[in-house]
């Protein structure tokens, strides 16, 4: 039902400096979770034969997520994504930051673009979650700063930065079908869940996993201090806050005390069992999505599908 060429993302030609940032990183990928989302709770109403005004939904939201990837490239200072050079590294943040904004202007031109019975209720729906994804990130740098913040501190950063966009991805496929406002919030509820399910694979992973298949370098949160829902819970659990944390914020001088810093927090991890309650998390957060859709009209199977195959590379 979906691939790559399902939705068509083009820009401009000219000035190229401005337009072949955004070619750039449309070219290298990712999951497309957002539009596939989207499109998917639109196929449980309407089936697979998508008009074109709905796939242009499902690829203005790619594009604001891109933006959204090249801006926290800049404030995270990642060198990689997807395996290879930010648009800030391998051109410059000035040109990172224009690029950005322009395609954030691009996915409002195609969210425009929406059927006219749904219109201005998509239009309001993406622009308040597009307000929320900048608290959310706003949220994550100020916890930068603070040497312990609470679980519910976390949730919330989350919800806000990663989980409302898949909660908004999943409630507008539903809304251009012209389904029951019931089934609408239902929808919502099922995105924001696995969006929580997301992000915590995403910091699970970002400790534990495989780096050509992350995409990034491991170790990235622990390297810059992020309060991904590791530390979070680490802080939770240990008996001794002050030598974890005169660990955790160590300075990295070289490649080889960051690869150093990463294995003693990762021991520290291991002794405590985050790991494995990160998992656990995980498939808790993805169970809540399912119970969300519970009842529904539809056969709810493909969105077990779409659940699975979204945590499956933390189970």
């Known amino acids: 039902m979906f691939n790559e060429k399902t939705i068509d993302i083009r820009f401009p030609e000219s000035p190229e400096g401005l337009y072949d940032p955004l070619r750039y990183m449309i070219a290298i990928g990712g999951k497309r979770i957002r539009p596939r989302l989207c499109l998917s709770t639109y196929a449980l109403y309407r089936g697979s034969d998508f008009p074109p005004e709905v796939l242009e939904l499902a690829a203005g939201l790619e594009v604001f997520h891109t933006f959204t990837l090249i801006h926290d490239d800049i404030m995270d200072r990642s060198p990689l994504r997807r395996g290879v050079e930010t648009v800030w590294k391998k051109w410059n943040e000035e040109t990172a930051i224009l690029s950005g904004d322009v395609m ?3 996915a409002y031109k195609r969210i425009c673009k929406a ?24 949220f994550d740098m100020d916890f930068e700063h603070l040497d312990i913040i609470t679980m519910d501190d976390y949730a919330k950063m989350i919800g806000l930065k990663t989980a409302v966009l898949l909660a908004c991805s999943a409630k507008m496929g539903a809304i251009a079908a012209g389904a029951p406002e019931a089934e609408c919030e239902a929808l919502y509820r099922y995105g924001y869940e696995l969006g929580m399910a997301f992000q915590i694979a995403d910091d699970y992973l970002d400790a534990y996993g ?41 300075d990295c001088t070289d490649d080889a ?31 809540r999505a399912m119970e969300a859709v519970e ?19 933390a189970k």
């Open 104 to 106: 954030l202007i691009e």
């Open 115 to 138: 059927p006219a019975h749904c219109r201005a209720e998509v239009l309001e729906l993406f622009s308040r979650t597009a307000e929320e994804v900048c608290e959310g990130q706003q």
């Open 210 to 250: 495989d780096e050509k298949v992350f995409g990034k370098p491991i170790g990235g949160d622990i390297i810059n201090r992020k309060k991904s829902w590791l530390t979070v819970h680490a802080l939770e659990k240990t008996d001794n806050r002050e030598d974890f944390l005169k660990t955790f914020c160590q």
């Open 295 to 313: 009842g529904l009209s539809f056969d709810v199977a493909p969105l077990k599908v779409f659940a699975d195959s979204l945590i499956g590379r």
């Open 257 to 287: 005390s960051a690869k150093a810093k990463i294995l003693k927090v990762k021991s520290l991890y291991d002794g405590l069992g985050v790991a494995e309650d990160a998992r656990a998390e995980i498939l808790r957060y993805s169970e």
